[in-house]
């Protein structure tokens, strides 16, 4: 079977699930309906671009002797679409907290419904796709061999954006399960499932044909990052629907343990998600922009064994002073502390590789993003075991200041690792000499630093005035203030916020149309050995 | 050590599973005994469950995302203790499938919300909050007031919950879509309701309309039972497992002067 066929077969599969979920929903008057709805859209829609070239004629063989680009070409451009999207909805959210009513009069545009979709949509939309793209190059090259087939790459990178789009579509219906960065119901849940181990395999099989003797670094961040999303994704999920026909489900778990399951979970989706599979992007994209090696091959292994380890410990610290057994509690606060010696040793590898590129580093923006991101990845690991400290936990949790580490971590470390790696990946793909404008590069590195300490100090400061209100007494021994004093204290640090945020947003608008014109400009670089091994050949110790 | 990883990094099967290994092993030791260690949650042996309308409208809490703001969950902090009532007992959200403690307090915490306002209040807060609190920054859920409950597939859900270890009885399930009317109908027959769901049931028209059974209606009712499930919290010499928690309480007051 040629692998256009089996496109189709898979597509035809989903078009039938979809149209199945419609009818059941419409049934009972479920909003699983739409949902059956899109997923038939979509299997039609991506049908249609199947059948377009599907009677022309097979491509030469001669392909098979270099890297497969495409999919990580389409993870990008779609991880710039989900940012944009995913930022204008935070923003617009961050805007309602400070003026409530610039919204409309429907359920799918209030606060809540919009949150998740600003989560997931930055997370899972921008993230994800991020990390499927430049997984997909970087372990062809450090194996030095093209992916097993194509079909796979694409069912992955296609899949989990329907898998996305279920997300979103979701909120805005009303359809979630409540989990915080899991809140898609069961059948999307299971559809991931699918489309994960689809990724793992594919991830492995590539692994398999390498003709390097060692896996680098890189892959063994992003194999934990598929691996234990995986295990963390199928537990967290564990639920029994009310019924197959509609999209309501109820959580395996109660209570207690459902809130250390829940936050084994979220820390952890934090951990591998967000901190593994873009350590796997810097570990690879920093030392080729700045040409100089890891600065140590022993604090690669360390950081790493250390990070695997010990995050998967740090959950309990969501939960301190709460139901939750205190041992519990004190054993997430110790691996929380410990966990900053392997989340160091990670950032101070990075920034020693740049020895001897530091003015590389002055003059290269590209090189400059992935250097403020380490610098941020390790601002942020010190202020997350600072924040599992069981007493600061006391003044923090439940005030913004945990939306400012959140954001600290995620814009700081994450997005700008992501934008630097896909100012230097963009050229290499599209085989341009550099990007369209590297001036609008230097302009977006300075929106997103500014937005992002725009945003982080109005947070640490909302934050410790709102900690400090609620437990703040009076000389007579009662609560001073009420808790609408300190809501109405709020007001200016949520303008602030909102406006680093839109200096964040303005910043990947500006990133969008310099890829977007890079992609338009005609090729001008030679061609260049980026290639595969030829299975021929023996590779050097 | 170094030497050892040398050889590992070179196959990758091996390396897949160390990683599946080493992650697992925090899990494990800290989410497996917290179901079988009996001292993790209470015993209440007059723990109610919550009624057909009130899960309706705990779904309507869940699918408005009312716990990205609003916490169910008070520390065993002083100050949070006299500002929202007794700390949060384990037992407390035992039938939760999910929990709902949330993670942020945009918005006051909820776990003992119950009783403390009346229905015409939170109707007409839910419907305009700043009508009611010039200064709130909570979203208008004006649309629950005007939105019909679906409650045909109701007895679906408790049967789901009943699967997951909430101890629903075959007459709740079967009765479950004629219980969420009858809660918010005073007027009709609700003896069958309060037969199964208890004395301390609460039957009124939450939201003041008496023609239809409103989303709005189903919302009110489960924030008035919010706290009120269980009476564990109020008697400290039944919660046996709460002493645990209760040096961190003392800890907790050192804010005060």
Redesign the interface.
């Known amino acids: 079977m040629s692998e256009r066929q089996r496109g189709l077969i898979v597509l035809a599969v989903l078009a039938f699930i979809g149209l199945a979920m419609a009818v059941a929903g419409a049934g009972?008057?479920d909003p699983l309906q739409a949902h059956g709805y899109i997923v038939l859209l979509f299997s039609i829609g991506i049908g249609c671009v199947l059948l377009k070239g599907y009677f022309a004629p097979e491509p030469p063989a001669t392909r098979l002797d270099s890297y497969y680009d495409d999919p990580s070409k389409v993870g990008i451009v779609l991880a710039m679409g989900w940012a944009v999207f995913g930022m204008f909805v935070g923003d617009w959210v961050a805007w309602?907290?400070?003026f409530?009513?610039l919204?409309f009069?429907?359920?799918w545009s209030?606060?809540?419904?919009l949150?998740?979709a600003h989560t997931t949509g930055v997370i899972f939309g921008f993230g994800g796709n991020a990390l499927i793209a430049t997984s997909f190059h970087v372990m062809q090259r450090t194996a030095r061999a093209r992916m097993p087939d194509q079909f796979s790459p694409w069912f992955v990178l296609i899949g989990y954006n329907l898998f996305c789009l279920l997300a979103v579509s979701g909120?805005f219906l009303?359809?979630?399960?409540?989990?915080?960065y899991a809140e898609p119901e069961w059948y999307a849940d299971i559809w991931l499932v699918i489309v994960w181990v689809t990724y793992l395999l594919l991830y492995?099989r590539t692994?398999?044909r390498r003709k390097e003797?060692?896996?680098y670094v890189a892959n063994?961040y992003y194999?934990?990052f598929i691996?234990?999303v995986a295990?963390l994704h199928v537990?967290n999920n564990l639920?029994?629907?009310?019924?197959f026909a509609?999209a309501?489900?109820?959580?395996?778990?109660?209570?207690?343990?459902?809130?250390?399951?829940?936050w084994?979970y979220g820390h952890n989706a934090v951990a591998?998600f967000l901190t593994a599979g873009f350590l796997g992007m810097l570990y690879y994209y920093l030392p080729k922009r700045a040409e100089r090696p890891i600065y140590s091959?022993?604090m690669s292994?360390i950081g790493f064994?250390g990070i695997?380890?010990?995050?998967?410990?740090?959950?309990?610290h969501?939960?301190?002073?709460?139901?939750?057994?205190?041992w519990?509690q004190t054993?997430?606060m110790t691996?929380s502390v410990m966990l900053i010696v392997p989340s160091w040793i990670a950032a101070a590898n990075a920034l020693l590789t740049l020895n001897g590129a530091w003015h590389k580093v002055r003059d290269d923006a590209t090189l400059r993003f992935m250097m403020m991101a380490a610098i941020f990845y390790g601002l942020s690991t010190f202020e997350g075991s600072f924040m599992a400290i069981r007493?600061v936990n006391?003044l923090s949790?439940?005030?913004d200041w945990?939306?400012g580490h959140v954001h600290a971590g995620a814009m700081g470390w994450v997005a700008l690792i992501t934008f630097g790696s896909i100012y230097a990946l963009v050229p290499w793909l599209w085989k341009r000499e550099r990007m369209y404008s590297p001036a609008l590069v230097e302009v977006h590195f300075w929106l997103a630093l500014a937005g992002t300490l725009v945003y982080v100090f109005a947070m640490w400061n909302s934050g410790i005035i709102q900690g400090?209100m609620?437990?703040?007494?009076s000389?007579s021994?009662?609560?001073t203030y009420s808790?609408?004093d300190s809501?109405?204290a709020m007001h200016p640090y949520y303008v602030a916020r909102a406006v680093g945020g839109l200096l964040f947003l303005i910043g990947a608008v500006v990133g969008c149309y310099n890829i977007w014109m890079t992609i338009r400009r005609p090729s001008g670089a030679e061609a260049t050995a980026d290639t595969p091994l030829p299975a021929t050949m023996q590779p050097a110790e | 050590m170094f030497g050892t990883h040398y050889r590992i990094e070179r196959k990758s099967v091996i390396l897949a599973v160390a990683i599946m290994i080493v992650a697992s092993i925090g899990g494990l030791i800290e989410i497996a005994p917290l179901f079988t260690i009996d001292d993790t949650v209470e015993t209440d042996p007059d723990m109610r469950v919550y009624t057909p309308l009130e899960l309706a409208g705990r779904n309507i809490y869940i699918r408005e995302g009312c716990y990205a703001c609003h916490s169910q969950m008070i520390r065993t902090l002083q100050d949070e203790v006299e500002r929202y009532g007794p700390y949060s007992l384990a037992v407390e959200s035992k039938y939760d499938h999910p929990m709902l403690w949330g993670s942020k307090r945009t918005g006051p915490d909820l776990a003992r919300i119950g009783g403390k306002y009346s229905d015409q209040w939170h109707t007409a807060h839910l419907t305009n909050p700043r009508d009611v609190v010039p200064q709130s920054i909570m979203p208008r859920y004006g649309w629950l007031g005007r939105a019909q409950l679906h409650t045909a597939h109701l007895g679906d859900d408790l049967r789901a919950m009943r699967a997951v270890g909430v101890p629903y009885t075959d007459a709740m399930i079967a009765n479950a879509a004629a219980d969420a009317v009858a809660q918010a109908s005073p007027d009709d027959d609700t003896a069958g309701l309060v037969e199964r769901y208890g004395e301390e049931t609460q039957v009124r028209t939450f939201d003041g309309d008496r023609r239809t059974v409103s989303e709005m209606d189903a919302l009110v009712a489960y924030l008035q039972i919010l706290g009120k499930l269980s009476k564990a919290a109020e008697q400290p010499a039944k919660a046996v497992a709460a002493a645990a928690t209760a040096p961190a309480a003392a800890e907790g007051g050192q804010a005060r002067p």
């Open positions: 009972r008057g309602l907290l400070a409530p009513d919204t009069d429907a359920a209030s606060f809540g419904r949150r998740p909120y009303g359809i979630t399960q409540s989990k915080e492995l692994l398999a003797p060692h896996i063994w194999l934990a691996l234990v295990i537990v639920a029994v629907p009310a019924s509609g309501k489900s109820y959580s395996a778990f109660a209570g207690v343990q459902d809130a250390m399951t829940q084994w591998f091959y022993r292994i064994w695997t380890f010990f995050y998967m410990w740090a959950g309990s969501h939960l301190h002073y709460t139901a939750l057994p205190q519990v054993l997430g691996f007493s006391s949790h439940y005030t945990t939306i400090l609620w437990r703040t007494y000389d021994g009662t609560l808790f609408l809501m109405v």
